[in-house]
């Protein structure tokens, strides 16, 4: 379930995304551009997307509520409408580089355009990402080696079960970055005080812990080059209600690609606790 | 709507009820004992109640949502559920030290005991409370008059309105506590780190600010004595759902009474970010 290979060297190879504005980046996702997101647009923050039926929306919320570090709930719009308070003039069904489409838990199609798959009874989900936290990462001078390689970050289902609502429920999933050990404590330090974009990490060291057997075989986005010395490092990930679809088998769902967020027009910065 | 003077002076003077365990607080209100509970079973996080029908529970959660800060959700019950994660043991419908029964927004009972009106549909809400972060202020150093003076922390409904959420809109409601100059950078600094409990004030200093008149006449709770150089800070309430039920009149709630709050096991430390 690895992203693409024609996704991958889009955006993190062109060094000028960075410098993107977040309503340049949504243009160029509208126009068609796909890749993963990290860096884009730097300092603005992404969000993860899940649209579910009206009839599903509160098992959805609830399941959010209950397991807020891999899902921390941004926005959630009303049902059939596609703007979204946390960025002006946007398009939730056409301003992502990738979506997934869901029925009854199965991906059926992954297009660059969602408006076919719209419905009137969508509720969409805006769900912290992690790559807010990496800004204040490397601000603290925290190497992110995945963004440093001109990948997608590796992303992992674990054998940890998140806590169930209503006909939701399934595993926890988490991002994963190698982190060298005297960066270890500014790592968690600055990423505990971002706690809308999941916060603290929720593992660290052996993958074991979190029932993950290879690191070198990621669910989801791209396996990355980690230095003799690295720690891995664990944070709740917001994919993880994509894993609840396919668990719980929701008639339908749309969702973003993994990696391939949501770009608001929110700073980095506002989600600092302190 | 303040207090009722015979609730004021049960707890605070007592001073070993800050040594209770939270069981032991919660069997005592179980038997009847009523009165604010600022300081009760201290460094054991507290929490307001709000139950609704769960034809209203979707409305009330996304309320939530849009609204951290005056409604930090830290538990959902299923429907018909008087248990709680948070307390082992706990009864919702006996366990708190006073009860307020809402019909079509109005203020209809005062129980202590719920069951009498406990209903098999009704969701129940538990939301992070400031008197939780007055244990991290307490820890700074930081002076809380209301509980030097044996009071109920003052309560204002605000100017401010919350951001809507289907059925259900209203006010800001916020606390306030006088704060010394020299100890305002502490107050704001630990209350931050507790995102989960309101976490930094929305306001400092006038009140007009936040549209309210006059600081000696709260709309909840007691009037606080404070010093010459004192500054009013505001911090976003958990009564703030309270104030929607009147605004928006759904059939039926309950909630705890102002001040007198829900016991849980959790440590308030537990939601300290860093």
Redesign the interface.
């Known amino acids: 379930m690895s992203t693409e290979t024609e996704d991958r060297p889009v955006l993190l190879v062109e060094e000028h995304a960075r410098a993107w504005s977040p309503e340049t980046a949504r243009a160029r996702f509208r126009e068609g551009l796909t890749g993963p997101t990290a860096g884009v647009a730097a300092g603005h923050t992404q969000a993860n997307l899940i649209s579910v039926p009206a009839d599903w ?2 098992d959805m ?2 399941f ?3 397991n807020p570090k891999p899902c921390p ?1 941004l926005d ?1 719009t009303d049902a059939g409408s596609w703007t979204t308070v946390l960025a002006d003039g946007a398009d939730l069904r056409t301003d992502l580089p990738r979506y997934r489409v869901w029925r009854d838990g199965e991906l059926v199609d992954e297009p660059t355009d969602a408006r076919a798959y719209w419905r009137d009874d969508l509720v969409s989900f805006l769900i912290g990402c992690s790559f807010t936290f990496e800004w204040a990462l490397g601000e603290a001078g925290v190497p992110i080696r995945h963004v440093e390689q001109g990948r997608n970050v590796p992303m992992y289902v674990t054998g940890r079960q998140c806590r169930p609502a209503g006909r939701l429920h399934g595993p926890l999933v988490v991002s994963m970055r190698p982190v060298p050990p005297e960066h270890l404590a500014a790592a968690i ?1 600055e990423s ?2 971002l ?2 974009v999941h ?2 990490p929720v593992h660290c060291g052996d993958p074991s812990g979190l029932g993950i057997d290879d690191l070198g075989r990621p669910d989801f986005g791209d396996a990355v080059d980690a230095e003799p010395d690295d720690i891995p490092v664990f944070w709740a990930c917001g994919v993880t209600p994509q894993a609840a679809v396919m668990a719980s088998r929701p008639p339908f769902a749309l969702t973003h690609a993994p990696g391939q967020m949501f770009l608001t027009d929110a700073r980095d910065e506002q989600y600092r ?2």
């Open positions: 929306a509160y919320l609830l959010c509520q209950r709930v959630v330090r505990s005080l706690p809308a916060g603290s606790v302190a």
